[in-house]
């Protein structure tokens, strides 16, 4: 559903237009453009995993300020499920919205149809563009003009317990039914339960609605597909991986349940990103990280996918300081700061020339990765694809915990999702 620019979009359009024209008049923030030299304060929100991913970023930032020592990153670490709706509700206000944001792909078109973000096109946040990947910058431009520079991009896989796999003689799993032969060797020959399924956030479930051939719609048609009989098919799989015992799932806290059943070895698998990578190496199984094994996520009875997903960073519309906040999205996706984040969170640049860097061509997930990535199955980029996951999500978890049928789930979503998409088949 399209909304109109609010009014406080609007002034800050008008802001940016007098920015673009070449006043020299100093921000409330400080920012000088007359004598070149950066300066005041820029509010970034971070929406990386806490007690890992954070650590890193807050100082990568803190190496933007030592080039810059006229600004002052202010760093804020927000919780990514909260994040999507607290931008949206600052940015509306007019009050207490970020310089920048690290905004999931998905929220980057959505931001931008609300006029709440900056356009970057022929400003020095979007450098050397076309060394970006294809597949990356697609979710940062929205009619015609880019709203945002890709910072990471991901998708998902099989993460297992080598030590298990050996214990139970299993070897990994490239269907969904070799996973259920596999998770009922281990259950039998080791106790312990074949996959953690998260049960709380439907992003899991894409791999499995695409292993089936299905999508949640069709842009290029205007047409919802998520009730389609793949979609049914593949709520049948999760339940059915559910009720033999091969994957144990949660209503709530699956981000937390999930890390921590894998990581302390009471569950073989789960499925994940290489975002939970640096984490994941904080368990008591993984003080060896030769014992994690990567794979694709096993294909389902139409095909093999998994969804492509990734953050991009993007500058709000209403910034009083954009000259620092368009040079900081600079920095922290420039060659030298990817190949870092590689280095240190094993995640993926989203820059070609990254992937020449010796941190990146010498680590092994993004080697597992950048495959996966190349293939993985693009979502719509279309305001409101972020908004599609809030009714699937009530359904895929009625599913999983038995207090509704597959085909009952489908339709549901199917009819919220036509609400939603007006005039959608």
Request: glycine share 8%; charged share 25%; aromatic share 10%.
């Amino acid at each position: 559903m399209r909304r109109g620019i609010t009014a406080t979009a609007l002034v800050a359009a008008l802001a940016l237009a007098a920015t673009a024209c070449g006043s020299d008049d100093d921000s409330s923030n400080g920012t000088s453009k007359s004598s070149g030299e950066l300066s005041g304060t820029v509010t970034w929100w971070d929406t990386s995993t806490a007690g890992s991913e954070d650590k890193v970023f807050k100082k990568i930032a803190e190496g933007f300020e030592k080039e810059h020592p006229k600004v002052d990153v202010k760093y804020v670490n927000v919780p990514f499920g909260d994040a999507q709706n607290k931008f949206k509700n600052a940015a509306q206000s007019g009050s207490g919205a970020p310089d920048v944001i690290r905004s999931e792909v998905a929220w980057t078109p959505e931001f931008a149809d609300l006029g709440y973000l900056a356009p970057l096109d022929g400003t020095p946040a979007l450098q050397k563009a076309d060394d970006f990947l294809k597949q990356a910058a697609a979710s940062t431009k929205y009619k015609d003009k880019t709203y945002a520079v890709p910072q990471v991009i991901d998708s998902m896989g099989i993460f297992y317990n080598k030590k298990i796999f050996k214990d139970a003689g299993v070897q990994v799993p490239k269907t969904v039914d070799e996973l259920k032969t596999a998770s009922k060797k281990i259950k039998d020959k080791t106790g312990k339960t074949g996959l953690y399924l998260r049960g709380d956030d439907a992003y899991w479930f894409l791999s499995f609605l695409y292993g089936e051939g299905g999508d949640m719609v069709d842009a290029s048609n205007k047409s919802v597909t998520i009730d389609n009989p793949a979609g049914v098919k593949a709520m049948k799989v999760v339940r059915d991986l559910v009720d033999s015992g091969a994957a144990k799932t949660d209503a709530t806290d699956g981000w937390e349940n999930m890390q921590s059943s894998f990581k302390d070895g009471k569950v073989a698998m789960m499925i994940n990103g290489p975002w939970a990578v640096a984490d994941t190496y904080t368990g008591k199984e993984f003080t060896d990280k030769a014992n994690l094994g990567v794979a694709p996520v096993p294909a389902g009875s139409a095909a093999q996918g998994a969804p492509q997903g990734g953050h991009n960073l993007a500058v709000y519309a209403g910034s009083k300081n954009l000259d620092a906040s368009y040079a900081f999205v600079d920095y922290m996706t420039s060659v030298k700061t990817q190949a870092q984040v590689t280095k240190e969170l094993n995640l993926l640049p989203t820059r070609t020339s990254a992937y020449a860097q010796e941190s990146v061509v010498d680590n092994e997930i993004v080697g597992f990765f950048k495959p996966v990535v190349e293939s993985a199955v693009e979502r719509p980029w279309i305001p409101e694809t972020g908004s599609l996951f809030a009714p699937l999500v009530t359904e895929y978890t009625k599913v999983l915990t038995g207090q509704t049928s597959p085909e009952k789930a489908v339709k549901t979503t199917g009819d919220s999702y036509r609400k939603l998409l007006k005039g959608w088949k």
